[in-house]
């Protein structure tokens, strides 16, 4: 069993910068795949981006591409989505999760890929 908590988010407005944090804890002795997913009222969950288990590759969806990036220092067991030039069209709620660490690279963008998720934490960009 491993538990992932969010942390970071809050109200900023258009322009602004956020780092979330994303923390794993129990039974968690092998590396994960991480990803970062959103969800807007109203809409279905959608990926952002994610990272492998040893940090060499990163993936991000189209909209957020050249404004976020994702990280990790594993000796922390911590992941972070760094997010830069925030939209109104980035106000969602934002959760982590964890898969296995030899995920293929083309289902890390599946929310179904991932075991373990995050409670979610608030970020609302206002204009």
């Known amino acids: 069993q491993v538990q992932v908590e969010e942390s970071g988010g809050g109200l900023v407005q258009a322009g602004d910068s956020l780092r979330l944090s994303c923390a794993t804890s129990?039974?968690?002795?092998?590396?994960?795949?991480m990803g970062w997913f959103r969800q807007a009222p109203g809409k279905e969950r959608g990926f952002v981006a994610a990272?492998?288990?040893?940090?060499?590759?990163?993936y991000y969806v189209d909209r957020v591409k050249g404004r976020f990036t994702i990280s990790r220092d594993n000796a922390k067991n911590t992941v972070y989505l760094q997010m830069n030039s925030l939209k109104p069209e980035d106000t969602a709620v934002y959760y982590c999760?964890?898969?296995?660490?030899?995920?293929?690279?083309?289902?890390?963008?599946?929310?179904?890929?991932?075991?373990?998720w995050g409670q979610g934490t608030q970020v609302t960009v206002s204009s």
């Open positions: 129990g039974r968690t002795s092998s590396t994960y795949a």
């Open positions: 999760a964890a898969a296995s660490a030899f995920t293929p690279s083309f289902l890390l963008p599946r929310a179904t890929t991932y075991d373990y």
């Open positions: 990272i492998t288990g040893n940090g060499g590759s990163t």
